[in-house]
């Protein structure tokens, strides 16, 4: 053992530092003495190195490279022991992993690919039979690039590991580097070295992009499953990939995803989902109306500084570069179509410049990832919908009764983990009773429901079940008017399937659905089936019910129940569209729409129809066409152009894929209709005629009850054999009103039925 100086490799062996040995004098060591271990002053810690006898080196020095020094932590003029080491045959390596980066960041070439096979090739022949220890840097040249190699892992076990005699070789805290070992190579965390090949380390350099602590089952995203697998297919499965392979096969990665639908199904929760899901960087979630400002030139600097981190990263690291997430909420707001705003700034059109330009501009970034949501993807920009940009376009609809399920689910869970759910609340009926309801409204129904539950425990609530609680009891609850909790609410608080029917009945109501309350009021008496017309419309009504649910080839399917006012038209047509039992079913009718301009009309019956393509399954009515588009029958030439060419074109629209619409008209008439092209709009048209016939009428009296059987006995001998020309409205009215007859009521009602619909001998 001898103690040594510290010294600096030889300044006139510049090619020194890459042999990755130190330099000793010739006369210190002996010839065959390869290699030697260095123990610091603390006398602790030691550490192996390869040596090579040189003149040039003062006797008593011992000179190494700036990466040794670090590496073993000694300082210049350090007094270090040294003594030759010899390896045994057990300290033999068998395979080495190191990391690489560049030795210098003003030289790296991130663009350039380093092949790890021929890589390993030069690493064992420059580097045989040399000591390696986990740890070490090794300065090291390839194909004229200088880089810097740390070892990260050693395993041997013996000369007998090379003839795969040995199981599994083990871990070594040194060995000695055989020219037949294996080397792999990893990239060095915050490297932009690009490495190709089959010789990278078994921990890849490519860091997954699925986040390794993500469970995809408490996502909290229910009813979404197919839409969630098609954006994983189209902007993440490649970026599973090393990006290496991604470059090989010159594949570029989406860029941008526009997650589109009606509000409240999920967008925002999707991509807040997504931000969490990927191994990502912090994403950045702007409102997209955040971006604008008043002063000129600012909000184009806005939409910069979300790029600039990504800009940076990517000039750093190339390929290699970590994924940035920009989330756009309400991205109509700025990425409107240009030219269509209003103003002499013209703040829109540039900020949407702006936008393009960073997304897929002259310097394209490839680490980036924009999440945008509207509501309104028909006014956002064109160019923003292409490919390279928000290429992805996935709409969030209305989830089915499966997803209703799933969400329901997600929201009862918790309850139900504490035993706050009662055990007669079943998910799968509240998704079944919750047709066209969004994600949002199932929580808002969920927590309506427990609010009923939190108010039927509270002394002097006003809740409905309180209420018929307190009318049971001779007592009435709480008589002093306080609020107060009920003794031990805590523990007997539970929610029931009764709160959640009080909250579907009474306070929450979807969106988009049902519009139960206008249907049911064109239906006031019900129908009555008083004879064979009624009934052939029914049953051809019903054949195109099932054609709609059932035909793959008609999407669309529409007819027509045309006939004399008042004979039930409006009654039937919503009667059908309740029966269908569709998930959206709305009325488009004249008397919703007074004192709106063409321009509003257009724009409301547009509305319900856009509406009812966000359902699988809608019905719409269009009721009393020809009041619709403003027909005078004593001006021929006057109606509304505008609102019968709108009707026109939605009649005949095909809806969506996987969308499927049935269009009822209503119309007293026809022959108008068909004048103004309306008709060879719808499929079919049936015929509802008025009440002709004695029976017929009897039909409708007896089902009404207005009189008694011997009154119906006295009416159905004198209407018997008797005619008349009346609609079903019309002898509702005239039964009501003889009704009202103080003395003779079947006499009142024969006169007027004489007079009113000319009721005379066959």
Known sequence: MVQLAVDKAPANYPDFPFTNLVAVNAEDF??????????????????????????????????????????????????????????????????????????????????????????SHEFCMQFQNQAMQPGQTIFFKFNESKLLLTVTELSGGGAKSFLKTLSKPKPLERGLFMSNAVATFDRADGSSIMLTGKSKGKASQHTSIIN?????????????????????????????????????????????????????????????????????????????????????????????????DAEEEQKRCGINSGLHIIIFDEIDAICKERGSTGGGTGVHDTVVNQLLSKMDGVNQLNNILVIGMTNRKDLIDDALLRPGRLEVQTEISLPDEKGRHQIFEIYVQRMRDFQKLADDVDTKELAALTKNFSGAEIEGLVRAAQATALNRLIKGGVGALQEKENKKKDSGGNKNGKIELDADAADKIKICRDDFMMALENDIKPAFGYNTDTLKESIPNGIIQWGQSVDRVMEDGRLMIKQTRQSEMTPIVSFLIEGPPNCGKTALAAHLALESDFPFAKIISPANMIGMTELAKCHAIKKIFFDAYKSTLSVVVVDEIESLIDYVPMCPGKFSNMVLQALIALVKKVPPKDKRLLVVGTTSRKDVLDDMGLLSAFNSSFHLSNITKGPEIIKVVSEMGC??????????????????????????VLAEAAKQSPTDRVNTFLCLLE????????
């Not at 020309?725 to 019309?730: A, M, P, R």
């Open 707 to 732: 009189f008694s059987e011997q009154e119906l006995s006295t009416i159905n001998k004198k209407v018997a054999s008797l005619t008349c020309f009346v609609g079903i409205k019309k002898l509702i």
């Open 30 to 119: 002996l010839e065959k003495d390869k290699h030697v271990k260095v123990t610091g002053e603390s006398g602790r810690m030691f550490h192996v190195f390869s040596i090579q006898r040189m003149q040039e080196v003062l006797r008593g020095a011992i000179c190494f490279n700036t990466g040794q020094r670090q590496f073993a932590g000694l300082g210049a003029g350090q007094r270090v022991e040294v003594e030759v080491y010899k390896f045994e045959q057990n300290d033999y390596i068998t395979s080495i992993s190191l990391k690489a980066d560049f030795i210098s960041k003003k030289t790296a070439q991130p663009d350039i690919p380093f092949d790890t096979d021929k890589m």
């Open 755 to 762: 007079e009113e619909a000319g009721l005379q001998p066959t």
């Open 212 to 308: 390794p602590d993500w469970d995809f089952q408490k996502m909290g995203i229910g009813g979404l499953d197919d839409e969630f697998s098609a954006i994983f297919r189209r902007a993440f499965a490649s970026r599973v990939f090393p990006p290496d392979v991604v470059q090989q096969l010159g594949h570029k990665h989406v860029r941008g995803i526009l997650l589109f639908g009606p509000p409240g199904t999920g967008k925002t929760l999707m991509a807040r989902q997504i931000g969490k899901m990927l191994n990502a960087r912090e994403p950045k979630i702007i409102n997209g109306p955040e971006i604008l400002n008043k002063f000129v030139g600012q909000s184009e600097e806005n939409v910069r500084k979300l790029f600039e």
